[in-house]
């Protein structure tokens, strides 16, 4: 008989049905207070669901949840955690500073600049590691930079 029709529970079959571990970014894990409390709280979730998760018979059906995947990476993640304290001043932007600015094009948009897992450009949010955010650091009020052939000019910092 085939191999292909029988269940086997090998390490090998185990392997093939676990999901690769979440990529982990090579940047400091930069955070706010929020950031941080939002990675223990996906921590916990995923600790949850992995402790549901262990509770199913079906071993192979166990092993293709993303669970434990999602559980090592929130816990990598709130282990190498670093706070990063509110912007002390408003005259550079800085981690943490909400940004607003005027594109060539007249849009304004406001962002605050967070870490990588807090990001979330549709809430105004984006990572500090972002092309727009590093060009961003370090400028003041009234300052201009390019990005994607568009002029951006710095208008509040909060």
Avoid: C, W
């Avoid at 191999?3 to 090998?10: G, H, L, N």
């Avoid at 550079?92 to 605050?112: C, E, H, L, N």
């Amino acid at each position: 008989m085939s191999v292909a029709f029988t269940k086997e529970e090998s390490a090998e079959t185990a392997a093939e049905t676990q999901l690769p571990d979440r990529p982990v970014s090579p940047h400091p894990n930069l955070v706010t207070d929020a950031g941080l409390k939002a990675l223990e709280a996906q921590l916990l979730q995923a600790q949850t669901a992995y402790e549901a998760a262990q509770k199913i018979e079906d071993v192979n059906e166990r092993r293709r949840g993303s669970a434990l995947r999602d559980a090592r990476y929130f816990a990598a993640r709130v282990r190498t955690a670093q706070v990063m304290p509110a912007p002390a001043s408003t005259d550079q932007i800085a981690f943490g500073s909400t940004v607003t600015f005027k594109r060539g094009d007249g849009r304004v948009q406001t962002y605050t600049i967070v870490g990588e897992d807090e990001a979330d450009p549709k809430r105004g949010m984006i990572s500090y590691v972002s092309p727009v955010a590093r060009l961003l650091m370090g400028k003041s009020v009234g300052d201009v930079v390019e990005v994607t052939g568009q002029e951006l000019e710095i208008l509040t910092i909060a």
